[in-house]
């Protein structure tokens, strides 16, 4: 018997083996396109710290690595084929994929827009698996990706579009809480940190109309957070700084992944306002209940966006001229680009050209 010719779609992407490996090239098959399906030719893929998480096996318990790894969830590209029930894109089109590829599309929260909160797990980008639980999941530090539609994104393509593949991680993920908790003119805003996350908090919150002031422990970053936008820029260390700001502020979106505490931040929230902590540290942070209770404050956090709403960001973006500042890189350079972010050497995110060589 002559087998079937299969039509899997060659790949090549770029894997670690284990935690302390370095990245090579890795050559594996993604799925052939079924008719739901479009085939994305990557372009641009940013680096986002989680990356460096999972890659380096920092969060054995929240997700654990399985390798070969190829990480990356910030992916930008152009439709180059099409499945044919297809409606959504055409060839040629602009595309974009962030953090999950698929759910069970049954539960509440897939089936209310907020997929990536799916009680079966959705299926991550990378380091993960589809949603049979066997066949796994790699990233966009790749040449190509195979996903259903429906977990696709539209994107306009005018422009450098190497500033916009944060958006697909960053963007969301800063974007997402900034509309829960409406957040628009004559609102008074604070970010705590300034890197990747931070810089794109900033830079929404602004194009919302805020009045937006930034925490930082570094004073060399104040020019860079005025050239961003915002209004203002305190040392969370400086005392005098920070106590005049207390019950002042309506929101603040805590961008930090390292650990630090909360309750200063909670000091400075006014009646009802609320806290949104967006990044995972190491250790788990001490919260006293008395600063929530006297003030009515609350505490949250917040995972990207679903589709719809991620949608909704790339359309606010393009509509008001917002992309992330990003150093473009070729993918022989990922090991120095994540020890440069980990050391907060860069403004503000790595974005891997995919189409170099």
Sequence with gaps: MIAAETKAVAARGYATYGPAAKFGPFDFSRREVGPNDILIDIQYCGICH?????????????????????????????????GDAVTKFKVGDIAGIGCFVDSCRECAPCTGGIKQYCLQLAAYTYNGTEMDRVTPTYGGYSNKYVIDEGYALKVKADGDLSGVAPLLCAGITTYSPLKRFNVGVGSKVGVVGLGGLGHMAVKLAKAMGADVTIFSTSPGKEEAAKKLGADHFVITRDAKAMEPLRNSFNFIIDTVSADHELMPYIGLLGYGGALVVVGIPPSPAMIHQG???????????????????????????????????????????????????????????????????
């Design 50 to 82: 989680s990356d460096i998480h999972q890659a380096r096996n920092e969060w054995p318990d929240l997700m654990p690595a399985t390798y070969p790894m190829v990480p990356g969830h910030e992916i930008i590209g152009s439709v180059s084929q099409a």
């Design 291 to 357: 600063g929530l209770i006297m003030g009515n404050r609350i505490v949250a956090g917040s995972l990207i966006g679903g589709i719809p709403e991620t949608q909704e960001m790339l359309d606010f973006c393009a509509e008001h001229n917002v992309t992330a500042d990003v150093e473009v890189i070729t993918p022989d350079r990922i090991e120095e680009a994540y020890d440069r972010t980990v050391k907060a050497d860069v403004r503000y995110r790595f974005v891997i050209d995919m189409s170099a060589k």
